[in-house]
Structure formats: C-alpha cells, structure tokens
C-alpha cells in the first residue's frame, strides 16, 4: 500500500497546471481512493489499474476541450447534460415518474410531457446507469473469454470503461450536480446565500485542489464494500443524499467562503465526506458489476 500511494503521489505531482483544476484533482482522488479501497476478491488486474482508473476519472471532461469545440461543438453539446441532474427543477412527482422510464429518452419524453426539457434538467442518473450496465457487460464477457489473447483485449475494455463511469458517479457526489442553484444561488434566496457564480469552481477545483489530499478521503471511507441492491434505485438514493447536502454546502460558504486560503475545518470535513461518498459509491458500483455479472438476471 505504501508503494502505492507513493507512486499516486508521483503521478499527482507530474500533473500539468491546467488539468488540476472535482476538477480535476477532486475527480482523481476519487478515482484513485475507490481503487484502493476494493474488495479482494474483486479481479486482479482491476486492483491493479489503481493508478490508470484515477486518470481516466477526469475523462468525459477533457471531451470539453476548446479546441475541439472550435472546429465542431458536437462533442460538447451532445454530452455536457450527463454531468448532472436539477433535481429541484421539476416536482418531485414529475422526477421519480421520469426516472422509472426505460430510458434517457423515455425519460426526455416525461419531463417533455411535463413542460421541461432533459437538457435543461440533466442526464446524470442515466449516464451512471448506462455505463455501469456498460461495465457489468464486460465482467461477463471477461468471464467466458475464450483464451489469454481475447481476455487481455476485453480487460482493456473494462479499465476505459470502469474510468468513465467513475467520472459520472463522482459528478453526482457533490451538491452542486444535483440542483439549479449549481453556480450561486438563484430565484427566491430568503437564507441569504451566495450568488457568486464562481462558487462552483471555489469549491470543487480550487477549495479541492489546495486542501484535499488522498489520506483525507480514505480517512473519511467508513463504510465497508457493499454489492448494491440495483444499480437504479442505488443511483437514485445516492443522488438524493447529495441533494440533500445543498444547504449545508451553501451554509457553510456563507459562514466563511470555500477559496485555497480557507481554513475552517467544517469545510475539509465537508469536502472529504462528498469526496468519500462519491469513491464509495463508485466502488460498490464497479463490485457490484463484477459480483452480478456472474448472474444474467441481476439488474
């Protein structure tokens, strides 16, 4: 373990300046404190990948780059609804009817019906769903492998794939992904918070990157290995849970605004329990698609 987080701590620290930017270090961390805290009976050449899977953790991220947007927006603006859902946009009844649709486009087709649009609301629970059933997929197909060759060809597969879903898991960890008030404040503010709407990368890119390291999220993982009852209805709950932290996150930039020199200790604490809850989740999610994949009817 000490060799591990050792070359974490090199691979951290080659990192280029504009990529640390849940930023960038957030999403690592997150990446990197669930490969580290996998069961061992969880594939060897996954606990291996510790170091790729923390990398590949920004991905979906780097499909915003400038340039590329330059040339043709598709890329962008086909994905940039993945990496969230308003729940507070619509009533609730209207949300719990469109996330039990079958699909992201059963589920455009409710909100549709309600007057609201899927990307304006997001897509975020159907894009951790999609690539955990994506993953759970390749675990079966890693398992009936005909020989060493094809074997090695679908554990590639797994390590991308397990990386990209770990970026929409770790999206939906912090508050700020789960709600219009995602960069300040806005509408009817009768407790005073901030409208900054910078308050987003405050928190998530510079807050993160200057005091959050690796121990503080590993510390904060509490809970144990778990295989999750369904990947929807555990998505579900789990989004919820970081809804349910909005106030607390606003309450506690207005007590003292999340910026690199902040030195109040309720925001680390803050920080490293979203930050944990995101690795947590993200590896019951990858064991629990290795444990199910051994069963064809698991959902």
Known sequence: MRGLCAASATLFALLPVNLMAWGDAGHRLIGLAAAQKLPADMPAFFRAAADQLSYLNPEPDRWKDRAERAIDPALEGGTSSDHYVDMDLVSPTVLKAALAAPNRFAFSDTLRAAGSAANTVGLL????????????????????????????????????????????????????????????????????????????????????????????????????????????????????????????????????P???????????????????????????????????SATSGAK
């Open 125 to 256: 629970p159907f894009a951790m769903l999609e690539q955990a059933q994506r993953l759970r997929g390749d675990f079966r197909l890693w398992r009936i492998a005909p020989d060493a060759t094809v074997r090695g060809w679908i554990e590639a597969r797994i390590i991308d794939d397990a990386g990209l879903l770990g970026h929409f898991v770790a999206d939906g960890s912090n508050p700020h992904h789960t709600t219009k008030h995602h960069n300040g404040w806005v509408g009817d503010n009768p407790k005073g918070y901030t409208t900054d709407n910078r308050f987003h990368s405050r928190f998530e890119s510079a807050y993160v990157q200057a005091h959050m390291k690796l121990p503080d999220v590993l510390a904060a993982m509490t809970n144990a290995p778990r295989t999750l009852p369904t990947f929807r209805e555990s998505i579900i709950a789990y989004l919820n849970t970081s809804y349910s932290q909005l106030d607390r996150l606003y309450e506690l930039d207005k007590i003292s």
């Open 258 to 292: 999340f910026q690199p020199e902040s030195t109040t200790p309720e925001q680390k604490t803050f920080a490293a329990a979203r930050l944990a809850a995101g690795a947590e989740m993200l590896r019951d999610v990858w064991y629990t698609a290795w444990v199910t």
